[in-house]
Structure formats: C-alpha cells, structure tokens
Nanobody, 129 residues
Framework: QVHLVESGGGLVQAGGSLRLSCVASGGIFSSRVMGWFRQAPGKEREFVAVVNRSGSESSTYYADSVKGRVTMSSDGAKNAMYLQMSSMTTYDTAVYYC????????????????????WGQGTQVTVSS
C-alpha cells in the first residue's frame, strides 16, 4: 500500500497560480496509475489529472475543465508528484487529493475515483474572486 501526503494548498486570487505536491511512501513508480482528484463542497469527487504507466511508457490525462491550465509532473528521486495550476477560477475551489492504484486502468475508467485504493488526506485550495 502506498501512503500519500499532499501539501501546497491555500488561498489564491482568481487568475493566480498554485502548485500542489504529493509525497508517496513506497515509491511513486510502484503504482501503475497516479493522479489528482478534487471535491468541492456538496459535489462528488472528480478527476483532475492522472498519469497511467504501462511498462516504460506513460500517458497523462487531464480533465477538460483544467486542460491547458494544469500540468502534472513527477520526481522519482523525491517520490513526489506535482500539480501546477494556473489561470485559476473560483470553480477550482475544492479539496485536492492525490491517489494511486496498482490496477490496470484504461482511458475509459481512470477518471473514476472508485478505481483507486490509496488516497491522501487532501489539501484545501480556495480561489477568491
């Protein structure tokens, strides 16, 4: 099991930027799929971005709502992955979670939170208008 800890959340003005971090025990490359999800008050948890590894290859997927504004990256030496967000709006206000799974997922099901078994505690991101 992978233990995940997020950080980097906070208050940011609309149009601003923020970088979230997620440090994983056990090595991030021990998980086949790792990603970011978010949950706004009163709403279901939703997919933000994931990286899907298959052998030596990997593919990164972004939700349409953040595409072009968000970049997901990782640093194997630090067992960390990051979510760089820019041009933020109030719709980005949510608790952000990193997640991972050893399961084989496809582009059709990697956006479903229930397919991930390891979750961090979340970090709050608030965008003010």
């Amino acid at each position: 099991q992978v233990h995940l800890v997020e950080s980097g959340g906070g208050l940011v003005q609309a149009g601003g930027s923020l970088r979230l971090s997620c440090v994983a025990s056990g090595g991030i490359f021990s998980s086949r799929v790792m990603g970011w999800f978010r949950q706004a008050p009163g709403k279901e948890r939703e997919f933000v971005a994931v990286v899907n590894r298959s052998g030596s290859e990997s593919s990164t997927y972004y939700a349409d709502s953040v595409k072009g504004r968000v970049t997901m990256s990782s640093d194997g030496a630090k067992n960390a992955m990051y979510l760089q967000m820019s041009s933020m709006t109030t719709y980005d206000t949510a608790v952000y979670y990193c997640a991972s799974t050893q399961s084989r997922l496809t582009s059709r099901n990697l956006s479903t939170p229930n397919n991930y078994e390891d979750w961090g505690q979340g970090t709050q991101v608030t965008v003010s208008s």
